[in-house]
């Protein structure tokens, strides 16, 4: 055993929630977003919100998700990113609610 709970970052991992406003739904925002964090070993979720943003949360080595939030900051061709915001941890965000892990996959949810 690794001392650790279920769905709570091990002291390589990190996880970030992220909010991510613009043109992002209707563009693939979320399936190359879930693609993107396949490539790099990210587990986690993204969903779009009622408002018109996505939001998702993403764990894993620092280093890749890092990398994952900044693609976040322009995502696929076709989106228009205008604002991205970055929170550490599982911190309760209006909206995202009752998404939090154990995450073994990188999901889209609705």
């Excluded at 061709?77 to 909206?95: D, I, K, L």
Aim: hydrophobic fraction near 35%; charged fraction near 30%.
């Amino acid at each position: 055993m690794n001392g650790k709970k279920d769905g709570e970052a091990t002291p390589m991992e990190v996880s970030r929630r992220v909010r991510i406003y613009g043109k992002v739904q209707g563009v693939w925002f979320r399936d190359s977003t879930r693609r993107e964090a396949l490539r790099l070993g990210v587990t986690g979720w993204v969903a779009n919100l009622p408002d018109g943003s996505v939001a998702g949360e993403f764990r894993g080595p620092e280093a890749a998700v890092a990398k994952l939030v900044a693609w976040c900051h322009h995502g696929p061709e076709m989106a228009q990113v205008s604002r991205v915001e970055v929170v550490a941890g599982t911190e309760g965000r209006e909206g995202t609610e009752g998404r939090e892990g154990p995450f073994e996959d990188f999901e889209i949810r609705k």
